[in-house]
């Protein structure tokens, strides 16, 4: 009897062991407090990069860099949200102090022509995210072979002992 009850509870421990196995792995913190968004206009693309961490000031530095499609040049920079900046926005590459979320466009114009192009690039807005990792189906069958497995041993073990 005691096997029995000690073979029973090192199933329990092994089906209770084998949640961690399967968890998704927690979510990492961010080291920003801020959120950067880059919508560029038709003719390039635009991208930032941060520059070290929360200042004393409680800005974040944020590289921005616009590159032009062939056949476009770059014109300036929109900027909404509470930035600071030393930079002209009609540079290419400026840096700004960010103490809020903000966004960021690249305006571009074709060469020759003095007309800056309005329409953005098309992104992705819905709102939802792709669905990624396991199955939830897996961790459930594993444990469930572990456990009819053991079960049949313990049984293979009670049906022995009898004899």
Known sequence: MKKTVSIIFAV????LSAFPAFAVDSP??????YD???VPTVGGIG?????GGINENGEEEVQLSATPN???IFDHWEISGPYRTNDSLTDGDIT???????KATPYFKKQGSSTVETGTVNKDGSGTSPQTGSNDFIPY?????????????VLKLVKS???
């Open 12 to 15: 329990l421990l092994i089906a």
């Open 28 to 33: 990492q913190a961010s080291t920003y407090r």
């Open 36 to 38: 950067v968004e880059v």
């Open 47 to 51: 991208t930032y990069n941060y520059i």
């Open 70 to 72: 062939a056949g476009y």
């Open 96 to 102: 700004i102090f960010i103490s809020g979320d903000a």
């Open 141 to 153: 069958a594993v444990m469930l072979l572990s456990v009819a497995t053991c079960g049949a041993a």
């Open 161 to 163: 002992s009898s004899k």
